[in-house]
């Protein structure tokens, strides 16, 4: 295929192994959400966005299919596609059948196996678009690999899923920021945020009937056994979900059913009953709070949709 090519700028070489070790020795036990998406955990996250209770993923789906033409008017002819935490690189096939003549496109993920696939699959529907992978860490700075192949009227960072509710608002700031320096002025960012809402709804999205969402938070241990050589044993631990008002967030934890010592690497780590490890925060914004956010990160906000329950927000801000 000529028009795939693919970065490795290989973000996890070290990392993995080095921030678990670290995160676990905190007194309050926290591991990045990043580390989530192994081959398992991406597939894992694909069924979590097809349950009944999961509403931002068909939300998000509908108002980009709905407002498709309008925000290829905004964009206008010959952009260059930039997406952070791809995944599988399926909401953006609705922006690429609406946009006009998109010379690029430059899928940004960590987890390299499953994006590598997504894009050649992507590449080989798209045979006109260079599709380019970078596989990278979007919360580490980074730089964009060179595109010289056509020419690019457009920069657009197209951030799906509220991922970046993942971020606490500092962490959010400052991606807003990287994601501006990356941008030249009049260059946009199309950016999913989930929003505040009845915690009924947000409580039953993280908690789904199927257990889907728990197997993917215990998949984490999983992980550490098979690439840290550990041994937790994962009916020693239940997945936790829960809204926090005062943050305004999910957060997602593990928890501790019993007295217990792991060892990772042969280190050894102790967890009291009930001991938590939080794996995973999604900070919901106001419309209002997140375009204060993009101001502040030089973004000025022109046009923001949302459906009709006011569930999810899909924002185009603009480089000033
Ligand atoms: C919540 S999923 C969203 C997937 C897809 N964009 C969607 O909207 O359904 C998060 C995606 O971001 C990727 N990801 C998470 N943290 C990342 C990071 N720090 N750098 C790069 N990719 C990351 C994951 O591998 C995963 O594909």
Redesign the pocket.
């Known amino acids: 295929m000529n028009n795939l090519e693919c970065y490795d700028f290989q973000?996890e070489l070290g990392s993995f192994h080095d921030e678990i070790l670290q995160s676990l020795a905190q007194s309050k036990k926290a591991i990045a959400?990043?580390f989530f998406?192994d081959k398992r955990g991406?597939e894992l996250?694909e069924r979590i966005?097809e349950l009944e209770e999961y509403y931002p993923?068909r939300t998000e789906i509908a108002l980009l299919k709905t407002h498709s033409q309008e925000i290829a008017q905004l964009i206008g002819k010959g952009s260059l596609l930039i997406e952070?935490?791809?995944?599988s690189s399926t909401?953006v096939r609705i922006l690429l059948e609406a946009l006009q003549e998109p010379v690029g496109y430059m899928p940004?993920?960590?987890?390299q196996e499953h994006m590598v696939q997504a894009s050649a699959e992507l590449a080989q529907s798209y045979s006109e678009l260079d599709v380019i992978a970078v596989c990278?860490?979007?919360?580490q700075d980074f730089q964009l690999p060179p595109y010289s192949k056509k020419p690019v009227n457009k920069k657009l960072i197209f951030f799906?899923?509220s991922?970046i509710g993942n971020l606490d608002p500092t962490q959010a700031l400052h991606l807003l920021k990287q994601s501006a320096s990356l941008l030249d002025t009049g260059d946009g960012m199309l950016i999913g945020v989930d929003l505040k809402k009845d915690p009924a709804i947000l409580n039953a999205a993280y908690n789904d009937a199927l257990g889907v969402t728990a197997e993917f938070n215990l998949n984490l241990l999983e992980r550490i056994n098979k690439e840290l050589n550990a041994n937790f044993d994962l009916a020693n631990f239940r997945h936790w979900a829960f809204y926090n008002e005062e943050y305004s967030r999910i957060e997602m934890h593990l928890i501790s059913l019993k007295e217990q010592t792991v060892a990772i690497a042969q280190i050894p780590f102790h967890f009291h009953e009930g001991e938590t490890i939080h794996t995973e925060s999604s900070y919901k914004y106001s419309i209002e709070e997140f375009q204060e956010l993009a101001d502040r990160a030089g973004f000025d906000a022109p046009q923001v949709w949302t459906d009709a329950n006011h569930l999810f927000s899909l924002h185009y801000l603009m480089v000033r």
């Open positions: 973000p959400p990043k998406y991406s996250f966005c993923t952070y935490g791809s995944g909401k940004i993920d960590i987890s990278a860490d979007y919360t799906p899923g991922t």
